[in-house]
């Protein structure tokens, strides 16, 4: 046996894992039954019926957002490289301010369903919904794909399961929530991720500490000890300061142009209530972030960055590696079933968002202008929800064994560069026209694109070319600015005067509500 080769139970049949995956998927289940019986009309199946707490919500909004490349992506970067790790923990917590102070009130007062509803509020419906409908399916198509591939990956070694098996099982699980009981089945879904997958990081995290006399800091220098202070300092990972400024940017404001967070705003009853789901949001995301530096460098030292690239060559497997090394087999099954958990709480609700860009801003007010009934649109968003999951389990067999962290640095690019450019313009800028933000949407998307295929992570990582077109690995540098000057400089050379007398208005409901 090679001397990095671990001992470890992972790809083998795990009992303990298997009967946690039974009982989440029975209580979950459970959940979307009865979630299925308050879900009557189109408000129920988009926004629960504006019947979430700002504490509820602020769960559901971190269960939505720590995905699996949260918990088993940065554990396994920072295991391998140490300090690097530390930008995209950074990077996807640091965006939430921006949510905070600048997005989730006028969103929550100016919208209905989607954030198409608020770039639409006073431009003409037809080409805002459509340009806003490209940018949301490409982020959520990427994104899922991402998600289901991992899925795949993740239940083929932990289970034994094929990996087509485990795809059709993710995608039959994520079409029954969101189909019967949409987004309030699919908040509660999140929110019993949220607790499992906190509980579980904390726990492992207290384990790792444990070995260390609960000092943060003396485990620290045992990592620097055995590598080198070299792991904790930056450059590993990222290099190139205009890559790692590039990537900080697509992280940070990508978080404020995700579909599938935007959306939650809607389940609250007021702005007030956002506002504070946002705040429980960003401690709770927070603290799970602090954890994955922990569980990182943890298994670097418990577990060996050898050892785990033995597994996975991703270091996806570190913080399952750490639970196996520090709690033995049932605790490797308990932490299996957080982690697939985690990708059916964020594949619902990125299917939830899709099937909303679908049916209510494609269907229903391009389609219909706006003349479909309660019931009409229910089945149309229904269809559509069935559509987006089938397709999510077709590409995610397609795209089985892809490198796939390309693909969610994508979809953070296109939702920094296509949506939050889009949402600020049309929000604070009375100039902004109707031309503006449809130029301003289609350039992020194409652009964001276009550069991601000409990048390293494409031309060199993927296609084995010995050099790439486009220089940076992530292109927010320079679409987010080409997507903002777009916008303004369109808006100047156009005239949309409904636009601008409608500014007032919107203004006032920015800050008062649907009342004002």
Same mark, same amino acid.
């Given at each position: 046996?090679?001397?990095?080769?671990?001992?470890?139970?992972?790809?083998?049949?795990?009992?303990?894992?298997?009967?946690?995956?039974? !009982?989440?998927?029975?209580?979950?289940?459970?959940?979307? /039954?009865?979630?299925?019986?308050?879900?009557?009309?189109?408000?129920?199946?988009?926004?629960?019926?504006?019947?979430?707490?700002?504490?509820?919500?602020?769960?559901?909004?971190?269960?939505? /957002?720590?995905?699996?490349?949260?918990?088993?992506?940065?554990?396994?970067?920072?295991?391998?490289?140490?300090?690097?790790?530390?930008? /995209?923990?950074?990077?996807?917590?640091?965006?939430?301010?921006?949510?905070?102070?600048?997005?989730?009130?006028?969103?929550?007062?100016?919208?209905?369903?989607?954030?198409?509803?608020?770039?639409?509020?006073?431009?003409?419906?037809?080409?805002?919904?459509?340009?806003?409908?490209?940018?949301?399916?490409?982020?959520?198509?990427?994104?899922?794909?991402?998600?289901?591939?991992?899925?795949?990956?993740?239940?083929?070694?932990?289970?034994?399961?094929?990996?087509?098996?485990?795809?059709?099982?993710?995608?039959?699980?994520?079409?029954?929530? !969101?189909?019967?009981?949409?987004?309030?089945?699919?908040?509660?879904?999140?929110?019993?991720?949220?607790?499992?997958?906190? %509980?579980?990081?904390?726990?492992?995290?207290?384990?790792?500490?444990?070995?260390?006399?609960?000092?943060?800091?003396?485990?620290?220098?045992?990592?620097?000890?055995?590598?080198?202070?070299?792991?904790?300092?930056?450059?590993?990972?990222?290099?190139?300061?205009?890559?790692?400024?590039?990537?900080?940017?697509?992280?940070?404001?990508?978080?404020? %142009?995700?579909?599938?967070?935007?959306?939650?705003?809607?389940?609250?009853?007021?702005?007030?209530?956002?506002?504070?789901?946002?705040?429980?949001?960003?401690?709770?995301? %927070?603290?799970?972030?602090?954890?994955?530096?922990?569980?990182?460098?943890?298994?670097?030292?418990?577990?060996?960055?050898?050892?785990?690239?033995? !597994?996975?060559?991703?270091?996806?497997?570190?913080?399952?590696?750490?639970?196996?090394?520090?709690?033995?087999?049932?605790?490797?099954?308990?932490?299996?079933?957080?982690?697939?958990?985690?990708?059916?709480?964020?594949?619902? %609700?990125?299917?939830?968002?899709?099937?909303?860009?679908?049916?209510?801003?494609?269907?229903?007010?391009?389609?219909?202008?706006?003349?479909?009934?309660?019931?009409?649109?229910?089945?149309?968003?229904?269809?559509?929800?069935?559509?987006?999951?089938?397709?999510?389990?077709?590409?995610?067999?397609?795209?089985?064994?892809?490198?796939?962290?390309?693909?969610?640095?994508?979809?953070?690019?296109?939702?920094?560069?296509?949506?939050?450019?889009?949402?600020?313009?049309?929000?604070?800028?009375?100039?902004?026209?109707?031309?503006?933000?449809?130029?301003?949407?289609?350039?992020?998307?194409?652009?964001?694109?276009?550069?991601? /295929?000409?990048?390293?992570?494409?031309?060199?990582?993927?296609?084995?070319?010995?050099?790439?077109?486009?220089?940076?690995?992530?292109?927010?540098?320079?679409?987010?600015?080409?997507?903002?000057?777009?916008?303004? !400089?369109?808006?100047?050379?156009?005239?949309?005067?409904?636009?601008?007398?409608?500014?007032?208005?919107?203004?006032?409901?920015?800050?008062?509500?649907?009342?004002?």
């Amino acid at each position: 046996m090679n001397a990095a080769q671990p001992v470890t139970s992972i790809g083998e049949p795990n009992v303990v894992a298997m009967v946690f995956f039974f !009982v989440f998927i029975a209580i979950t289940l459970g959940i979307t /039954y009865w979630a299925s019986r308050k879900t009557r009309t189109t408000e129920d199946f988009y926004a629960a019926g504006r019947s979430i707490s700002a504490g509820q919500n602020g769960f559901a909004l971190a269960g939505d /957002y720590m995905s699996a490349a949260s918990f088993l992506g940065i554990a396994g970067l920072v295991s391998t490289t140490g300090f690097d790790g530390l930008i /995209y923990s950074t990077g996807w917590l640091v965006g939430w301010p921006v949510v905070l102070f600048l997005i989730a009130e006028p969103l929550r007062n100016l919208g209905k369903y989607t954030f198409a509803d608020v770039v639409a509020a006073r431009l003409r419906q037809t080409p805002v919904r459509i340009a806003a409908a490209i940018g949301t399916l490409a982020t959520v198509i990427f994104y899922l794909i991402a998600q289901m591939v991992g899925a795949g990956g993740l239940i083929k070694l932990m289970f034994g399961l094929s990996y087509e098996t485990a795809i059709v099982i993710v995608g039959v699980a994520m079409i029954a929530y !969101v189909l019967f009981g949409g987004m309030l089945a699919t908040t509660w879904v999140q929110i019993v991720k949220a607790v499992l997958l906190l %509980g579980g990081a904390t726990i492992l995290a207290l384990l790792v500490l444990s070995r260390f006399g609960f000092s943060p800091l003396a485990l620290f220098r045992e990592a620097a000890t055995r590598y080198g202070d070299g792991v904790l300092a930056p450059g590993k990972l990222v290099a190139n300061p205009l890559d790692a400024v590039s990537l900080g940017m697509a992280l940070m404001f990508g978080t404020a %142009g995700l579909p599938h967070i935007l959306m939650r705003f809607y389940t609250v009853p007021d702005a007030q209530a956002a506002r504070k789901s946002v705040f429980y949001a960003t401690g709770l995301i %927070g603290f799970f972030y602090l954890m994955t530096f922990i569980l990182g460098f943890g298994a670097m030292v418990l577990v060996t960055p050898d050892a785990i690239k033995a !597994v996975d060559k991703g270091g996806n497997m570190a913080a399952p590696l750490l639970a196996e090394t520090l709690g033995g087999t049932p605790f490797l099954g308990f932490i299996a079933a957080v982690a697939f958990a985690t990708i059916l709480a964020v594949v619902a %609700g990125l299917t939830l968002s899709g099937a909303a860009a679908l049916s209510h801003d494609l269907w229903v007010s391009v389609a219909r202008k706006g003349d479909a009934t309660p019931i009409e649109q229910l089945r149309v968003a229904r269809i559509a929800t069935v559509v987006l999951g089938v397709i999510a389990v077709l590409l995610g067999i397609v795209f089985k064994g892809q490198n796939v962290a390309f693909m969610v640095s994508l979809a953070f690019a296109i939702a920094a560069s296509a949506n939050f450019p889009a949402l600020l313009l049309s929000i604070f800028w009375r100039g902004c026209t109707t031309l503006g933000v449809v130029t301003s949407m289609l350039v992020g998307t194409i652009s964001t694109l276009l550069l991601i /295929y000409l990048s390293p992570t494409i031309q060199v990582d993927i296609l084995n070319h010995a050099q790439a077109f486009f220089p940076l690995k992530n292109p927010a540098l320079i679409t987010i600015p080409l997507s903002f000057a777009v916008g303004i !400089v369109v808006s100047l050379a156009s005239s949309d005067p409904e636009a601008r007398e409608k500014f007032a208005q919107v203004e006032r409901r920015v800050h008062l509500g649907a009342k004002a």
